[in-house]
């Protein structure tokens, strides 16, 4: 995977330099544009950032952490195989958490649920419109923020962080799942039916939703695994 081929990420000069190379390649990993097997080179990243080895070495490091690269010294580093297992524990975390998310949400005086719903409804609507135009990249990260709400709303961001620090596999058989006809629409349906609850104040109605939405890619995954058998792992 040529690395270098890509445009010239943007500089913050206001964050520590591996945090931008970690989320720069994170998300890449995520989104399936480093796929499992690809090789990342730290000399490709060193002149694409215009940093030294230290920041990306660092970085490497981190991503090593969440299981998302296997780093083999003095050889390469290789974007990992989706663990299942991992999958299994991630979703099973953001399940539970969500879940009490979802329910403080629906139980919120209504004074202030309902403008939590109006900014769920944009947010589906975003991303309607980028079905539209068939940007699933965007589509995905929009997806990202519906949930995000959830934990912004009810007071607790730094849990979003925690599911996220985990969910590197899950999400990337999500990614990989999105592609397939009917998905994406489905996506926003079972958005639609979790905002339908939380509207209504209904704890077991957003709940099951819920459920069911954070159900399907896990339970598709021998289909996926099928097409793509060399992307997994036990």
């Known amino acids: ?43 490709e990243l060193q002149d694409l950032f215009g940093y030294s080895s230290t920041p990306v070495r660092d970085a490497l490091l981190r991503l090593q952490e969440e299981s998302l690269v296997e780093i083999f010294p003095q ?37 202030d649920r309902l403008p939590v719903v109006a900014r769920l409804d944009t947010v589906i609507d975003i991303q309607q419109a980028l079905l539209g135009r068939g940007d699933l990249e965007a589509f995905h990260v929009a997806d990202r923020d519906f949930h995000k709400l959830f934990f ?3 007071g607790v961001p730094d849990l979003w962080v925690l599911a996220r ?53 896990l339970a598709f995954t021998p289909d996926l695994r099928a097409r793509w058998p060399d992307y997994f792992r036990d």
Request: proline share 7%; glycine share 4%.
């Open 165 to 217: 620090r985990h969910a590197g596999h899950i999400d990337r058989i999500r990614r990989l799942h999105l592609p397939i006809p009917g998905k994406a629409e489905q996506v926003i349906a079972d958005h639609r039916a979790i905002v339908v609850g939380i509207a209504a104040g209904n704890v077991e109605q957003a709940e099951a939703a819920l459920r069911n939405h954070l159900s399907k890619s």
């Open 75 to 111: 050889h390469a580093t290789v974007v990992s195989p989706i663990d299942l297992k991992l999958a299994r524990q991630a979703q099973f975390l953001r399940r539970s958490i969500e879940h009490e998310a979802i329910r403080s949400l629906a139980l919120m005086p209504e004074t």
């Open 1 to 43: 995977m040529n690395i270098a081929a890509n445009p010239r990420p943007s500089r913050d000069p206001h964050r520590h330099a591996a945090p931008q190379v970690f989320d720069y390649l994170r998300e890449r990993i995520v989104n399936l544009v480093l796929p499992p097997g690809a090789v990342i080179s730290r000399a």
């Open 152 to 154: 912004e709303a009810v």
